[in-house]
């Protein structure tokens, strides 16, 4: 389609006449905003259709990513960058004396995920488009999201996420592609003749009614398909009896408890009500998924013995692995193929990537529980287990080894080992976290299955992390070197030819200065904080967790607060350290730690004995619109996770290709970085993975002896509880014992040395300019490497087996 200024003000003007039946001058921002995206997604109408109509027509092998999440942010600008007519719809909309950035400003973020885990899957989404790949997305229409984040007194609390109180007009609702979800009942097998047939009866049924978004690819004539479920009664029917009977509540109970299931991302699941939910959750949306894909794949006329020439199903994380048995089930009880036949497609079309080794990541259900709520799924299970079981029996005449793989253990169906048996490929998402699945946490499955164990380093698109978050660097970029990186992300190494162009390098400096004094007007206008765009912008933002140690970042800002204070000789360069993220509603240590970092903050900015020296800023509700202005204004990026425990990254990679330093343990993605930047060009403290793992194993480490053993770190440490901080004693109480009764897990103590000495490292490195902007330019040009451009065509040549799609020809 060629684009012209003029069509674009004929075909807004009239999208709003057409939607609200108003001109420029009487509708509201919102109005203009959903006239516009409406407008938008009518260009990519066309390729959307095309899309889907040759990818029907020549029956291509399309991958299917079943993801709990997918946080996409805003559509529009990303839109426009994709179809090429980002300047023509800003000259365009300025003639109509209006601001593209104010429509960009007033669209929602999606509230369909929260933190690296949906990001990824977004990305992902980004890169099959672009890279032509059929491929599309499967997930939940969350009506609110996980929680809007306020912040009062210091303290988190959850608010609602209403993010679809007005039209998304983005997406398209396909009522007629409803598929219908069974839950409870009761199921067992019975005789017909000389075959045993599966009956299922006595269950309820939940609506599931696909919302489906475009995904453009960028400059190109692909648009795929994200697939959102929202559920819904399977009943139009009022039940008008209970209404007058004055029961005016159960007359609706069934139509609000089917929508339950939809409303909110990651229901709190330290109740049975919400582990339930949960569960429920992630059965709606793989069953409705895997019916509508085998319902299209019986239209276009497929063999469902041969399925994995036509379909991929990507498992990311544990959630989805329900679609194992689900798969089976279908194949069973509706196509008519006998276990064999079913087992042998599903294996082959099943794929799984692990993104954890931490256990509470590595979903368990409890087998009572599982089986009230989806019994016939449940008797697949155990047919797959108990068929597994004995295979290893077999194999190796190990029960101690049966007990560690089996998918069903102690009352729990594990759902990491119903992934893993059901797949042919199992990834893990970084180097070092491929390799402790293989040789530690999955060992014995590794063993099992020779060859089906892989390594896919987690990716970023760098459409959004660069080109839409960082124009004034791309321009550079483009300026020093052309374009085609921008297709070609690994081109970005050409960029090393400028360490030395001083033009070049003050140029970069130039345009992080001015990212930081963005970052911080935004800071004194929501939190009237004034910050230093002069000082080093010290940034963490990630989900709030033991293992990502916040806590370690606190005690250090605490250890310069009170040598500020009591040493007067002692003195650093300004600092500016920023935090931002969410803490789960249950999990009391980390939303401990986001009083801890507010605390600091009213402290230390009311302070002005230190306040020339240092800033604590929280920005609440992190959200992928914040991380875009955040990310271009760091100087140095917080990457502090105790080794072993974070599986890659993602922020590492978005904070390098914006070029910050990362200060970094020997952890995920930290280790790839440090390969491809060099030693001198990344700040690396800490103890290594397999020092962690050895403390681990052997329990030699005691964090109350070793506190005995240092002094200084002892007398900061009481800080937390001594009244120091101008709050109760007992306040950080539960910080307290995780460092000393509960023996420091994370190892905050134990690196706490080394941090101080590689923050000391920084801030010598940041005195010298010249240096420090080669070093940004150093991780700028390797940072083509992480885009998931490259991720995403690993997996669709080494799992998937899909090949690009020229859409038109």
Not at 8 to 37: E, T
Not at 642 to 665: H, Q, V
């Amino acid at each position: 389609m060629e684009f012209t200024k003029e069509m674009i003000k004929n075909g807004f003007a009239l999208k709003l006449k057409s939607l609200y039946s108003k001109d420029l001058k009487n509708a509201s921002d919102i109005q203009k905003y959903i006239a516009f995206s409406n407008l938008i997604r009518d260009y990519m109408s066309e390729g959307w259709f095309e899309t889907n109509q040759q990818y029907k027509d020549k029956k291509v092998k399309q991958v299917y990513y079943l993801s709990m999440e997918f946080l996409i942010g805003k559509l529009l600008e990303k839109n426009l960058i994709n179809l090429g007519i980002s300047d023509l719809a800003k000259e365009a909309l300025e003639d109509m004396g209006m601001d593209l950035d104010l429509l960009i400003k007033v669209e929602p973020d999606a509230g369909l995920g929260n933190g690296g885990l949906g990001r990824l899957a977004a990305c992902f989404m980004d890169s099959l488009a672009a890279l032509g790949l059929p491929g599309h997305g499967c997930g939940i229409r969350y009506k609110y999201g996980m929680f809007r984040q306020e912040i009062k007194d210091g303290y988190q609390v959850e608010m609602p996420d209403p993010w679809l109180k007005e039209p998304y007009p983005w997406e398209v609702r396909k009522e007629n592609r409803s598929i219908k979800i069974r839950f409870g009942g009761t199921a067992y097998m019975k005789e017909v003749g000389n075959e045993l047939e599966a009956v299922h009866e006595n269950y309820y049924t939940v609506k599931a009614v696909p919302y489906d978004i475009p995904l453009s690819g960028y400059l190109n004539k692909t648009v795929n398909t994200l697939r959102l479920w929202s559920s819904e009664a399977d009943t139009d029917e009022f039940d008008f009896q209970n209404f007058n009977s004055g029961n005016y509540l159960q007359s609706v109970e069934g139509k609000y408890t089917a929508e339950l299931i939809s409303q909110v991302l990651y229901p709190d699941d330290s109740t049975e009500n919400g582990r339930q939910l949960r569960l429920k959750q992630e059965y709606f949306f793989v069953s409705a998924s895997l019916q509508s894909i085998l319902n299209y794949h019986r239209e276009v006329k497929v063999d469902f013995k041969h399925l994995d020439d036509y379909v991929a199903i990507h498992i990311n994380d544990t959630h989805p692995a329900l679609a194992v048995a689900e798969l089976m089930r279908i194949l069973m009880d509706e196509d008519e193929l006998n276990w064999k036949e079913a087992w042998d497609v599903t294996t082959k079309v099943c794929a799984y990537t692990n993104h954890t080794i931490m256990a509470e990541a590595l979903e368990k259900w409890p087998a009572s529980g599982f089986k009230r709520l989806l019994p016939r799924l449940f008797m697949i299970i155990e047919e797959i287990n108990r068929r597994f079981c004995q295979e290893i029996i077999a194999r190796h005449g190990d029960w101690d080894r049966v007990g560690r793989m089996s998918i069903i253990e102690n009352g729990m169906v594990k759902m990491a080992n119903l992934a893993i048996v059901g797949s042919h490929s199992v990834n893990g998402v970084a180097a070092l976290h491929t390799e402790i699945l293989k040789t530690k946490e999955l060992k014995d499955f590794n063993d099992f299955y020779p060859g089906k164990f892989n390594n896919k380093t987690n990716g970023i698109t760098h459409r959004r992390w660069l080109i839409k978050s960082n124009r004034a660097l791309t321009n550079l970029i483009i300026d020093c070197i052309g374009d085609s990186w921008v297709r070609n992300p690994k081109d970005l190494e050409k960029m090393m030819i400028f360490k030395k162009d001083k033009d070049v390098l003050s140029k970069i400096e130039d345009i992080k200065r001015e990212n930081k004094v963005k970052l911080a007007k935004y800071i004194f206008d929501k939190k009237e904080i004034v910050v230093d765009p002069d000082s080093i912008f010290d940034i963490h933002v990630k989900r709030i967790h033991g293992y990502k140690r916040q806590l370690l970042n606190c005690l250090h800002i605490l250890y310069l607060y009170k040598k500020l204070k009591n040493d007067k000789n002692f003195d650093i360069y300004p600092r500016t350290f920023i935090f931002s993220a969410k803490a789960a509603p249950a999990y009391v240590f980390a939303k401990k730690i986001i009083k801890l970092i507010n605390t600091l903050g009213d402290l230390i900015n009311n302070d002005p004995e230190v306040n020339d020296k240092i800033k604590v800023v929280f920005i609440d509700n992190y959200n992928v619109s914040k991380a875009e202005k955040i990310i271009p204004a760091a100087d140095v990026s917080e990457q502090i996770s105790t080794a072993s425990k974070e599986a890659s990254g993602t922020g590492n990679m978005k904070f390098m290709m914006n070029g910050a330093i990362t200060l970094a343990t020997l952890d995920g993605a930290n280790i790839e970085i440090k390969e491809l930047v060099g030693d001198e060009n990344i700040i690396i403290f800490g103890l290594t993975s397999e020092e962690v793992l050895k403390f681990y194993s052997s329990h030699k480490y005691n964090s109350v002896n070793f506190l005995k053993e240092n002094q200084e770190i002892a007398e900061l440490v009481e800080t937390l509880v001594d009244g120091t901080l101008g709050v109760s004693i007992t306040e950080f109480g539960e910080i307290y014992k995780e460092l000393t009764e509960k023996n420091d897990y994370y190892f905050v103590l134990k690196d706490f040395k080394e941090y101080v000495k590689a923050q000391e490292k920084i801030e010598k490195l940041y005195k010298n300019k010249d240096k420090w902007a080669k070093k940004c330019l150093v991780n700028i040009a390797m940072s083509g490497h992480f885009s998931s451009d490259n991720t995403i065509a690993k997996y669709a040549q080494e799992i998937w087996n899909i090949k690009g799609e020229k859409i038109g020809e």
